[in-house]
C-alpha cells in the first residue's frame, strides 16, 4: 500500500511559467514533508521542506504548500527555468510520538521545462 | 555544506565477489541511512544507525552488511549477490534520527552483479 502518491508520472511546463507538482499521502500519522530533486545517477538533492503544523513554506523560487485535511501537499516553482528539469520526490515521515516511521517517498514526477 | 560522499561511485562484481562501499559525511550528522533505488522507483529504506548503532533493519538479506565504524563513517558490506541486487545504492545523513530532521544524500554508488 503505497502512503505517499505522486500520480503524475510527468509534466512539462514552458520557462518562465508556474510549475505545479502534487502529491498525496494516506498516513494522517506523518508529520514532515520534504521535497527532493533528482538529475539521473546522482543521489536525491534536499529542496525544501514543511512540518504539520504549518501550511506553507517558501524558499526563493519554490514554495510547499500543505492542505493535512486533504492529506495533499504541492510543491510551486516559479519561473520555472530550464535547469528545473528533473524528477521530483515527494517523502513524508512520522516521529517517534507518531509511530516512527522512516522517510517514505512517492515514486516521483519527472519535469521538463522546456525553453 | 551538506555534503554525503560516497565510494565508488560505480562497482561491478559477480556473484561470488566481496566488495564494500563506503559512505563519509562530516556535517557532525548522528544518523546515517542505506537506501537502493531501482530505476524508475522511488529510493527505499535498507537501514539505519543512530549514534553508531543498527536502529533498523528493512528485513534486508543478510547478504548485505552494514557497518558504522564511527559517527562519520558508514560501510555497506556485500557478499553472494544476486543479479537483482544491481541498483543505485544511497547513503543519507541526518542531525539526528528524528523525523523533522532533514535527510542528505549522498551521490550514490552504481552496482552492477554479472
Known amino acids: 500500500d503505497q502512503q505517499v502518491k505522486q500520480n503524475s508520472p510527468s509534466l512539462s511546463v514552458q520557462e518562465g511559467r508556474i510549475s505545479i507538482l502534487n502529491c498525496d499521502y494516506t498516513n494522517s500519522m506523518f508529520d514532515y514533508f520534504l521535497w527532493y530533486k533528482k538529475y539521473p545517477a546522482e543521489g536525491p538533492t534536499f529542496l525544501i521542506s514543511?512540518?504539520?503544523?504549518?501550511d506553507k513554506n517558501e524558499d526563493g523560487r519554490f514554495t510547499v504548500f500543505l492542505n493535512k485535511s486533504a492529506k495533499h501537499l504541492s510543491l510551486h516553482i516559479v519561473p520555472s527555468q530550464p535547469g528545473d528539469s528533473a524528477v521530483y520526490f515527494c517523502?513524508?515521515?512520522?516521529?517517534?510520538?507518531?509511530?516512527?516511521?522512516?522517510?517514505?517517498f512517492g515514486k516521483g514526477t519527472r519535469l521538463s521545462v522546456i525553453a | 555544506d551538506t555534503e554525503v560522499t560516497q565510494t565508488p561511485k560505480h562497482l561491478v562484481m559477480g556473484m561470488t565477489n566481496k566488495k564494500s562501499l563506503k559512505c563519509e559525511q562530516h556535517m557532525g550528522h548522528r544518523a546515517m541511512y542505506w537506501y537502493k533505488q531501482k530505476a524508475k522507483k522511488p529510493p527505499e529504506l535498507m537501514f539505519v544507525y543512530s549514534y553508531e548503532k543498527l536502529s533498523i533493519n528493512e528485513s534486508v538479506p543478510s547478504r548485505f552488511s552494514p557497518e558504522c565504524p564511527n559517527s562519520s563513517l558508514l560501510n555497506l558490506h556485500l557478499h553472494a549477490l544476486q543479479p537483482e541486487d544491481s541498483a543505485l545504492y544511497l547513503c543519507a545523513s541526518s542531525r539526528q534520527e528524528r523525523s523533522t530532521d532533514t535527510q542528505y544524500f549522498g551521490p550514490g554508488t552504481r552496482l552492477t552483479v554479472l
Open positions: 517523502a513524508a515521515s512520522a516521529g517517534r510520538n507518531s509511530g516512527n516511521t522512516p522517510l517514505v
Open positions: 514543511i512540518s504539520s503544523i504549518k
